[in-house]
């Protein structure tokens, strides 16, 4: 089959693309799909997302199961549908629209005849040719509007000799290129060390701005060996990411790769002028990847986790850091088949099949087994669990391609043929309420009252988003709704499309939620403080100096560092607050919600603690958060407003200023409730001698005004762009399947127990021995009570006086204690 496609752009033609195969596979994936597009112009095309294919003379386009459909000719469709010239294909609900130009049938093409190959772009060909300038010419697979083409007609190994990448004489050696935001110029860094380290701390060879918070001390580091080159993170907080993608292990490099330290963080690209010419991939037996490089043994042992390769422009100019993340699937990280294998292991040691990074990990955490056509999963002993369809499991568990699998922040799938698939979804995390309605007992007059009125809206991934409103607006019962604390009467609350409601046991390990009071022990020092936390909710495998690393960083991202030794109870109110919020950055979540951060903070610390959640959010996670004050609003990516429960506006700040006509955010609120005081204000009220009747009624009056008012900016702002583009189209792509009953929840084992129970002990104990003063009057009161009912008890008291004694020291030291 020969099948010609061109993108249409409003009935305009982009290119034409001609294909001489059996099967044309369309996606974002430039490793498995012939026509690709880019994920960040075109965020709902999946990886493999749909496919041409010749069937009993037909031309038939099917769907690859992707996440947002596939649509010919405007209608969905779930099996392959026949597609005729002037079709058109569309990816996603507002994705790219394809047009099928011309069909034809031909004979197949000989995949090895060299004038078939003529002037085939290879992914890593074409990333290397532009650093090693030895190719003919030709355009980049990856053009200006986001698309690319591949013909697969045969590996690069395979290509005609003139065609072969031919290794560059050129003695210059290798370097980074770190962009500078100041100048806006990239300066080098060259790569003449066996090991160069990248990092905040003064002792690593390329040095980051100390401002970078997003940076770790010491991050990663690049190594060489001969004329190649592979960086490993340092177990940094942020991670890093390698042309887009987060890496676990040591992944190979090649010129023209883009290195990002976290998410948001500063970008380096290497360039190396001699590139080796390229080999057949090596994979570790059974991993699936586009993209795992053949990596020479002095560089150790390499992490099975893979990285999907990327096309990165590597033209010359001046280096410009990547955008933040585009809500997208989550990461495949890697497929391992189970080949002669009867069981995979998972875990963080590094003798599991399955690696996976992440202190919630044990380190022999899961096991998938193959037996007898069937895969089941089994929780090997782990600490925090395994999850299949929201349900920790206790023992085996057969599982199918459709269950979602989930141990900590990675999802998996399980299957005969494919083996065992890993997700990663750090970063990664959208947050979609549907029809949200929160009703609660009207404790007053009787009836129910509903807090929240239908609301729906879609938070995407490492957003800032702020939830305003006048007090009773219903901000905190939107927040607790959304974070599973209080769920909803009704609708539905998605992470990732899974239903929050339903997998809240297994979602909750991602989500941090920090509340308006703080609740840490005063006595204990920072230090102490995170390094219970850490004993109590990491993995209790985790060693010691894994522990003091991950506090230590989470420390340093929110300014702690000078503080470590000093008590709680002697920091200010600011600093207090960074505690809160650093014990929730101990397990790294993917969504941090706070409720009213800043309240009884001063405009200094506030606007500084706002900065700090601005950082949070730009390293890589989702923050929400309630808040009365209006100073620091434009730090926020979108605002949620709400009136009485209703969703009145829900856009960037700017964009809220505009829609209530108010010329500053401070004169938000009085923008919203002007029309609520203009129409009481044209009602009598009630005279100083009114009955309870008549003062009742005025009240439900004036509750009806308000409630009416509130729907006209319901109303208005449903007829606005803003609402179809923020609300209406991102919850358009989403299931709409009934919410399945939630799993049955499992009691902790007896091991966990013991063990939270030690932990509680000896965080007590500390606090007690702290606290000198008091231990000295609980110590000290016990002789002298016992003094004086020696004085009081004698031969000729009453028999049972002592008895009576006895009790009122009882009842003394149970109520001095408590009294504390």
């Known amino acids: 089959m020969k099948i010609v496609l061109a993108e249409d752009r409003g009935g305009k033609l982009q290119g034409e693309h001609s294909f001489a195969t059996e099967v044309v596979r369309v996606g974002r994936d430039p490793a498995e799909c012939h026509y690709f597009f880019s994920q960040e112009q075109w965020p709902m095309v999946s990886r493999k997302h749909a496919e041409f294919r010749l069937e009993n003379g037909r031309c038939l386009v099917a769907d690859t199961n992707s996440r947002f459909g596939t649509f010919v000719n405007g209608e969905k469709v779930s099996t392959p549908v026949e597609v005729r010239v002037g079709s058109h294909v569309q990816l996603g609900a507002g994705g790219p629209i394809l047009r099928v130009v011309s069909i034809e049938q031909t004979a197949k093409p000989d995949a090895q005849n060299p004038s078939d190959l003529a002037g085939v772009t290879t992914l890593r060909e074409s990333q290397e ?11 980049s697979p990856l053009q200006e509007d986001g698309i690319g083409t591949r013909k697969m007609s045969a590996p690069l190994s395979e290509l005609p000799p003139e065609n072969q990448l031919k290794p560059s004489a050129s003695s210059v050696p290798a370097y980074v290129e770190l962009f500078d935001s100041d100048t806006g110029q990239a300066k080098r860094i060259h790569l003449d060390r066996e090991v160069t380290r990248l990092g905040r701390a003064p002792d690593n060879e390329v040095l980051i701005d100390a401002d970078a918070a997003v940076v770790s001390r010491h991050h990663a580091e690049i190594k060489k060996s001969g004329n ?14 390698v042309n887009g993608q987060r890496i676990a292990g040591t992944v190979q490099l090649f010129s023209g790769d883009q290195i990002q330290l976290g998410v948001g963080g500063p970008v380096l690209r290497l360039i190396d002028p001699a590139p080796p010419a390229p080999r057949q991939q090596q994979v570790r037996p059974g991993i699936q990847s586009s993209a795992q490089p053949n990596i020479p043994p002095e560089f150790g042992q390499i992490a099975a986790m893979a990285r999907r390769e990327t096309i990165v422009a590597s033209g010359t100019g001046t280096l410009k850091p990547t955008s933040r993340p585009t809500p997208a699937e989550p990461q495949l990280l890697a497929r391992l088949s189970f080949d002669n294998r009867a069981q995979l292991s998972i875990g963080r040691a590094p003798d599991n099949d399955i690696r996976l990074d992440g202190l919630q990990i044990s380190n022999h955490h899961a096991r998938f087994a193959l037996n007898n056509g069937v895969v089941t999963v089994e929780d090997t002993g782990s600490t925090n669990g395994v999850y299949v369809n929201g349900e920790r499991i206790s023992g085996r568990r057969q599982v199918q391609l459709s269950d979602v699998i989930q141990i900590g922040p990675f999802v998996l799938q399980g299957d005969t043929s494919q083996g065992v698939a890993v997700y990663d979804t750090r970063s990664k995390t959208r947050i979609d309420g549907i029809n949200i309605v929160k009703m609660v007992p ?3 007059g009787g009836g129910t009252i509903k807090l929240l009125d239908d609301i729906g809206l879609t938070i995407q991934p490492n957003e800032f988003v702020g939830l305003l409103g006048p007090s009773g607006a219903g901000k905190s019962t939107l927040m607790d709704a959304l974070n599973g604390m209080r769920p909803a009467s009704s609708g539905f609350v998605l992470i990732n499309n899974l239903d929050l409601y339903r997998h809240l046991d297994s979602l909750k390990q991602s989500i941090g939620y920090v509340p308006q009071d703080d609740i840490i022990h005063r006595e204990l020092t920072v230090y102490r403080t995170l390094y219970y936390v850490a004993r109590l909710r990491l993995s209790r495998d985790v060693s010691g100096r894994e522990i003091d690393q991950i506090v230590n960083e989470v420390m340093d991202v929110t300014g702690l560092s000078e503080r470590r030794d000093v008590p709680v109870a002697q920091l200010s109110g600011g600093q207090r607050k960074r505690v809160s919020i650093a014990v929730e950055l101990i397990t790294k979540p993917s969504v941090i919600f706070l409720d009213e951060p800043t309240s009884g903070l001063d405009p200094a610390t506030e606007e500084k603690i706002m900065k700090l959640f601005r950082q949070i959010a730009e390293s890589g996670r989702t923050v929400i958060l309630t808040t009365h004050a209006m100073e620091n609003v434009k730090l926020f990516d979108k605002i949620v407003v709400l009136m009485r429960g209703k969703l009145v506006f829900y856009g960037a700040p700017q964009e809220a200023l505009s829609h209530v006509k108010a010329e500053s955010f401070k004169d938000l609120y009085d923008k ?3 029309p609520v005081d203009q129409q009481i204000a044209t009602i009598a009220p009630p005279p100083s001698n009114a009955s309870k009747a008549q003062k009742r009624a005025f009240k439900q009056q004036r509750e009806q005004i308000a409630e009416q008012v509130a729907d006209d900016w319901k109303r208005k702002f449903q007829h606005t762009d803003m609402y179809r583009r923020n609300v209406v189209e991102p919850l358009s792509v989403l299931p709409r399947d009934g919410r399945a009953p939630a799993p049955p929840k499992r ?17 007590y104990l500390e606090v007690l021995s702290r606290d000198k003063f008091n231990l000295l009057i609980l110590f000290g009161q016990a002789p002298i009570i016992a003094f004086l009912t020696y004085l009081v008890v004698g031969a000729k008291s009453p028999r049972d006086f002592p008895y009576f004694v006895l009790g009122l020291v009882a009842l003394w030291f149970g109520t001095s204690v408590a009294s504390r």
């Open 129 to 139: 040719a532009k650093a090693a300038e030895s190719l003919t010419p030709k355009a």
């Open 228 to 241: 190649q080159f592979a960086i490993t993170d340092l177990k940094s907080f942020n991670g890093t990411l």
């Open 442 to 444: 009207n404790r007053a």
């Open 672 to 674: 919203l409730e002007a």
């Open 747 to 763: 009691r902790a084992t007896a091991v966990d127990v013991v063990r939270q129970w030690g932990t509680l002990t000896r965080r």
